[in-house]
């Protein structure tokens, strides 16, 4: 058990040279810091924060990519009781929105960025009239680059268990992001379940390349190893995008023990080591391996586990768990140090108060889940119908929790708050599954229709509302919504339109609302599809899961086939005669986008490309040209044909 607390006994009680952090930059660069050492840079970035003027219960946004910064930012603030606000940093206009949207839900709040960010954050500003807001933002900002290094320790303040020790907002959607409120008893809490529920000792080492600004980065894979006196390593996550073989890599050299990743994750790694082998790679060490934050796909689990086996990574480091923000982080753990355990169930018995009908893994409708197991340390979970009664075990329902970790509600959103505590002391989850009857989670999928998406939840309602952008859209006549195939690894996004035109009229529709979203959220989209008619219930909701069943039986194959001979057509010859610059982009773009054609004048956003995909995408051609262009390029020459005319001009410069 854990002796502490508030985070700041944590990182005191820790401060010497026996753990550190290591910094990894690329495979041969990294910065290593103990834990004293990052005590005492704590202490002087509060003294920068205390001379430009904060104190204990302002707040202090953190904006930033470097996971050195960001560190020194968030423990500086902690310690002198500024509450940090963990935002990420996003390459679109909807993740400047949301900046501006939590600066102005905050009661006293500071921004801590770089001038790069500043500088978007006006521009953004400048094209949506928001000039005022930039101004004020502006004014309460402190740059990276212009804070003194060499600075006299703040003062610092000394928490109550109570007292709020920083604030989560919700990553994906934008709209109208939700702030969990969480004090330092909440995390220290669920600390505690955590290090027991995974046998945390000091002579651990953890290895994460997820973000800071995620629960499971921030609390689960570093104020966790500072509470436990675990020594930790942290991959910044634009560099596992880029290169994600160099996570298992890491982990071989590092001798790491400890590691994590969300479904996506999984696959991504799995895509980009191909046929490839690890060279000198050694995982027989690896004693936890977390999966969670989003859906587990047991197919994935057991493509991962045999691609691993070769470099020793046992079974039984698979951890299929169970969290969410609103619980700290954890909230269901199977036993340690078992090998992963799955349900096979008939998908048609999956509706809310459904008893589940337990079936072999040959059986044609049979649908397999992972067990996440008992309720984590001083957690409670129940399973409820509509009428918030308890079911029985093996009964499909919502999933609600209670505990000392779970937060007592959302920042200054009295809606949210509403909608998710149910008045007697229980929080709503918002996802379906059942409890078995040996009181272990199982997870089924969610009521609130959340869209899972490289680790982060988007609501369909706020990708409808950025659809919207698009003039021919008109509110209630565009739908977002995500399927998950039999078997399949992860959701599909699809985007129905009310449209009873022709055909010929909708391709342009499509790649332009295509476009929308994903330039705005970087999310790839499976297909846009018209249809007819907008299912709605007699109040006027719509109907999402309807559309979704109908595209799972195929009832819209003819019209996606209509639609792709159409835009075979358009291109037809179009790649014919390609120079060489052209070619080799366009050689890369097909072994990276297996399935889905991308075309020498086709807008990369207009097709849809994800952000991971994108990343990939700009690191072959790199690793060919190395610095000849930047990330951000494509975004700014959205073609083939425009990124190599840019290439050759930058080479012929």
Sequence with gaps: ?????????????????????????????EQVISYRQLHEQALRMLGRLQTAGLKAGDELIILTRSNPDFIDAFWGAVLGGIVPVPVAVGISDEHRSKLYKIFNKLEQPWLFTDADNLERLKTFAEAHEMTSDYAFVEQRTLLQEQLEQSHEAGQPHTPQPDDVAFIQFS?????????????????????NAIAEGAGYTDTDISLS?????????????????????????????????????????????????????????????LKSLGDKQLENVDLSHVRVLYNGAEPISVTLIE????????????????????????????????????????????????????????????HPDAVSFAIEGPPVWDMQIKITDERNGTLPENHIGDVQIKGP???????????????????????????????????????????????????LNYYPHDL???????????????????????DEQEDELLIFILYRGDLAGFLPLAREVTHIINEQTGLDIAHVIPVKRIPKTTSGKLQRRLLGDDYLKGEYDGVLQALQQQD???????????????????????????????????????????????????????????????VVDLFEYQTIAELAAFMDQKRAG
């Design 1 to 29: 058990m854990l002796n502490y607390q508030t985070l700041n006994e944590a990182l005191i009680g820790n401060a010497s040279d026996q753990r550190t952090v290591t910094y990894i930059e690329g495979r041969d660069s």
């Design 171 to 191: 990553s994906g959607s934008t709209s109208d992001p939700k702030g969990v409120v969480l004090t330092h008893r909440n995390i220290l809490t669920n600390l």
């Design 209 to 269: 390349w997820m973000p800071l600004t995620h629960d499971m980065g921030l609390i689960g894979f570093h104020l966790n190893m500072v509470a436990c006196n675990m020594s930790q390593c942290l991959i910044p996550t634009d560099l596992f995008s880029r290169r994600p073989l160099i996570w298992w890599q890491k982990a071989s050299e590092k001798k790491a023990t400890v590691l994590c990743s969300p479904n996506f994750g999984y696959k991504h790694f």
């Design 303 to 362: 493509q991962f586990l045999e691609a691993m086996q070769a470099y020793g990574l046992k079974r039984e480091t698979m951890f299929t768990v169970y969290g969410l923000a609103e619980a700290t982080l954890a909230v269901a753990f199977p036993p340690q140090g078992e090998m992963y355990r799955a349900v096979h169930l008939d998908r048609h018995k999956l509706r809310l108060d459904d008893q589940v009908t337990f079936v072999d893994t040959t």
């Design 405 to 455: 970790s779970v937060t007592a509600g959302y920042y200054r959103n009295e809606a949210a708050n509403h909608a998710a505590l149910t008045g007697d002391g229980w929080l709503n989850t918002g996802d379906q599954g059942f409890l078995t009857e040996n009181n272990e989670l199982v997870i089924t999928g969610r009521t609130k229709e959340i869209i899972f998406a490289n680790g």
């Design 464 to 486: 409808e509302n950025i659809a919207l952008q698009c003039e021919e859209l008109e509110l209630g006549k565009v739908v977002a919504y995500g399927v998950r195939q039999p």
């Design 568 to 630: 075979n057509a358009l291109h037809a010859g179009e790649d014919d005669d390609l120079n060489p610059t052209e070619r080799e982009i366009k050689t890369i773009c097909d072994e990276v986008l297996t399935d889905k054609p991308l075309h020498l004048h086709d807008n990369f956003f207009d097709v849809g490309i994800s952000s991971l995909a994108l990343a990939e995408i700009h690191q072959r051609i790199d690793d060919k040209h190395p610095g000849l262009i930047d």
